[in-house]
């Protein structure tokens, strides 16, 4: 097989990097390898589980968490599905020849990568951006200095979608790019997924497996404006709780942190504001957990409603009697 370019060995180490240790040893079990648990350091471990990784192995891990982990995701939309991923890939090659006047322009996205996952079919397209400074004192000048952010992105699209996923830490930065990308590829035009409308946020409420926190929106009035932030304890679901159902009649939803359980050993944590559908993942994530993620709200944004176990029960126990 062949082996991993350059750029590819550098998103690797730092996913390896910022990996908690725990999920290096399955890591290590999964694959067969033994790494130093008593190494002096994590760049010791990472080096140690790289050398004995095979190419076929490395290639595995970095599809399946080199974009994904604690990223930060925005949801978009569009009215028809996306043409079949080698359709699209044929017209990426526009986007890297964009030249610009200069190569250090703020807030403006510069492609760098094009890659078909061939396991998922998924297509992902990656860029960075300048966005912000910070001065900085020269020290052996005493002179300041302004040191310019780079950042990095990454534009996802998956076959037989409607769902154009982007993952970038700026609003302003995935907004821009879910713009710019499908008109360089002549695809139609994707929208912000907006979860703020009562019907779409049941939808999701019913569809996760516990909420956790919640950020309810109050109604205006002549004399104030703003939020109420209700947070769970241990253990609880918010959704059992009867002021939160008290404080929602009166507002909106528009924040949560909620989990999902796809096995009894697997959750998936995450902060998602509701107006523009965007993500942070608070465990380290899977790209095939967030392809699920993804798939359901798509079928939230079309209309499927979720039901909970417990409320199933009900029905069936209910039909019985």
């Not at 550098?10 to 033994?34: F, G, Q, W």
């Not at 996802?156 to 302003?172: D, F, G, N, Q, T």
Request: proline share 3%; glycine share 4%; net charge neutral.
């Amino acid at each position: 097989m062949e082996d991993l370019s350059d750029k590819q060995i550098l998103r690797l180490r730092a996913t390896l990097r910022n990996m908690p240790s725990y999920m290096l040893s399955r890591l290590a079990e999964e694959y067969e390898v033994e790494i130093p648990f008593d190494a002096p350091d994590i760049y010791a471990k990472i080096n140690s589980l790289m050398d004995d990784l095979s190419s076929e192995s490395k290639k595995r891990i970095l599809s399946r968490y080199g974009d994904a982990g604690r990223c930060s995701s925005f949801v978009f939309i569009s009215r028809r599905k996306t043409p079949s991923i080698t359709e699209v890939l044929k017209k990426t090659g526009a986007l890297q020849e964009i030249r610009t006047g200069s190569e250090y322009w703020e807030a403006r996205p510069y492609y760098d990568e094009v890659e078909l996952d061939h396991a998922t079919q998924e297509l992902r397209i990656r860029f960075n951006y300048l966005l912000g400074s910070v001065p900085l004192i020269d020290e052996s000048t005493g002179v300041v200095k302004e040191h310019r952010h780079f950042w990095r992105g990454a534009v996802i699209y998956r076959p037989e979608s409607r769902v154009l996923e982007v993952r970038v830490k700026h609003s302003s930065m995935a907004r821009r790019v879910s713009a710019m990308v499908p008109a360089h590829l002549g695809l139609d035009p994707f929208f912000s997924l907006n979860l703020m409308s009562v019907e779409l946020n049941k939808r999701f409420i019913d569809w996760i497996s516990s909420l956790n926190s919640a950020t309810i929106e109050l109604p205006l009035s002549d004399t104030m404006a703003g939020s109420l932030i209700i947070t769970a304890r241990k253990g609880m679901d918010l959704r059992t709780a009867q002021r939160y159902h008290e404080e929602l009649r009166f507002g909106r939803l528009r924040h949560g942190h909620v989990t999902i359980e796809r096995n009894e050993d697997h959750k998936v944590n995450f902060h998602i504001w509701f107006r523009n559908s965007h993500m942070k993942f608070t465990l380290f994530t899977r790209e095939e957990d967030i392809a699920y993620i993804m798939s359901a709200l798509e079928r939230i944004s079309e209309g499927y409603e979720f039901a909970r176990p417990e409320k199933l029960l009900t029905e069936f126990f209910g039909k019985k009697a």
